[in-house]
């Protein structure tokens, strides 16, 4: 079983759906991340919460809604999103923040 | 806006050879660097983190910190076409942020 898993995998949505992406991790971490990974683009921040507060937005659309129930679970909620929202959506954890973190395996996707 | 510097690539190297990767930063507060590896299609993996200058090995890599020139770098001793992958450098904002910033990656090829 790996450290942090992702579901799904992909998802293909449509802009007027609502669906959400879910993070666990294993690893007994305090913090966990969500990033974005577009094609040529570095890897953007979105979220971060710490011991399930969050502590970052970086600005990230509404149209993006984070939710940490517990330390071991993020989800992501997705609704009306748009075709420049198609991405790799990461999730990672670490032990506090900043100190190394470990990446999920990442849900691919795509909005049509 | 903080930013990480890294060369695209592709970076090609002969099998056996020393694989060189270089990342400058500009952040003169960043305290903890991170160099993960990512395979085409997969999510990044750590392979080092360095908090003070100088050198740091791990096996067939080493990672190098100058903070001064704010610097730092990859070593990848007999290179293997297993290490074929993209390189991401990252870079915290220091004092305290939460925040890692990602240079775009280098891409590495290793030749057998």
């Known amino acids: 079983e790996t450290g942090v898993t992702q579901t799904p995998r992909h998802l293909v949505m449509g802009m007027t759906n609502k669906k959400s992406l879910k993070c666990e991790q294993h690893l007994g971490h305090n913090a966990m991340y969500w990033y974005k990974q577009s094609a040529k683009k570095p890897l953007e921040l979105m979220f971060v919460?710490?011991?399930?507060?969050?502590?970052e937005n970086n600005s990230v659309p509404s149209r993006f809604s984070p939710e940490c129930p517990n330390s071991s679970h993020l989800f992501l909620h997705l609704h009306t999103l748009q075709p420049e929202d198609s991405a790799l959506y990461l999730c990672a954890s670490s032990q506090e923040v900043v100190e190394p973190q470990h990446f999920g395996d990442g849900t691919r996707l795509s909005i049509l | 806006q903080k930013e990480v510097e890294q060369n695209s690539g592709p970076l090609s190297v002969p099998e056996g050879a020393i694989a060189s990767l270089n990342c400058t930063y500009s952040?003169?507060?960043?305290?903890?660097f991170f160099w993960y590896r990512q395979y085409s299609g997969k999510s990044p993996e750590l392979i080092m983190f360095i908090y003070s200058n100088g050198d740091k090995e791990d096996g067939r890599f080493t990672a190098q910190l100058n903070k001064a020139s704010q610097y730092v770098s990859l070593l990848i001793r007999d290179s293997q076409p297993s290490d074929s992958a993209t390189y991401l450098c990252?870079?915290?904002?220091?004092?305290?942020?939460?925040?890692?910033?990602f240079g775009k990656g280098t891409k590495l090829s290793v030749i057998p």
């Open positions: 919460y710490n011991f399930k507060e969050q502590t």
């Open positions: 952040d003169r507060g960043s305290q903890s």
């Open positions: 990252a870079v915290d904002s220091g004092a305290g942020s939460y925040q890692l910033t």
